[in-house]
């Protein structure tokens, strides 16, 4: 699991825009003492973050810092009649105790579908210039530089309210643990943020993440970093060449908001700067 860094200090989470977002090699060169390690999981919304943060902080008691990259679709769905696809019991065995991996192929994949995708699949695994590169650096990270684009592809967002409530439970958990815990968002397409984010959905957001860290010792870092439209693929993914500056800036952030007494959570302005 660990290749880049034995015993990670510091821990990422979140959906797709986490783990193709953070850009380990650039905080290292930044702070070799970061030890950072990428658990964003595609597709992921808070409960199934939830979830994976209580499971690895459990398993690596070396982390002292978590930051949560996050999109405000990962706040959608955390009302489910079907639980969650993904098993901790499950992904601790092959992660951590060396459970076979055939087991978990015929578990987890059909054998048809993953017949007809094995040659998408071995590209998927050999080029970050695919649309969805499977592509893994050292520190967990996933690069993504695809040559086209796919448009906004995302469309609106509709927010779940228990997702805010995951987000709090987090925040409390990592806080026994004695964990710091940071919170941003991705930055957005513009045209996104022009289209989809109005007003009312600003406020209900705003509202709603302000409410999930009230009372908790976890830092909201309002996002500033605001890239080109040209250094997104679609609504809210960053081609990795622009994941450097943006992994500065949260580092940078990040370390302000420690040095700084606590203050109320900033609005995230997402009429403005995009997210």
Known sequence: MLEGTRD??????????????FNGTAAVAMDPALKPY?????GANMTEVEKITNWLTGRLPSVTRVVLIASPFDFE?????TPSQFN???????VFEGGSPAL???RYFDPIVLAKNAVKVRWARSSVTAMDPLVQDLYGDAPSEPLETRGLFYGKV???PPCF????????ALQRKGIAFDVTITPMHPNWVRQFAPPPYTHAFDTGLQASLAGTKARFVSTTFQPDPHAFYDAMHMRWSTTAPFTRWLINAVNAKEA??????ASLGMAGAAR
């Open 38 to 42: 990428n658990a964003g999981f595609c």
């Open 104 to 106: 978990y192929y015929a």
């Open 165 to 172: 409530d995951a987000l709090r439970r987090t925040a409390f």
């Open 88 to 94: 901790v019991a499950d992904a601790d065995n092959f």
């Open 158 to 160: 509709a927010i779940d």
């Open 8 to 21: 990670p200090g510091m821990l990422v989470v979140g959906s797709s825009v986490a783990w193709r977002h």
């Open 260 to 265: 700084a007494p606590p203050v109320r959570i």
């Open 77 to 81: 769905n955390c009302t489910k009649a």
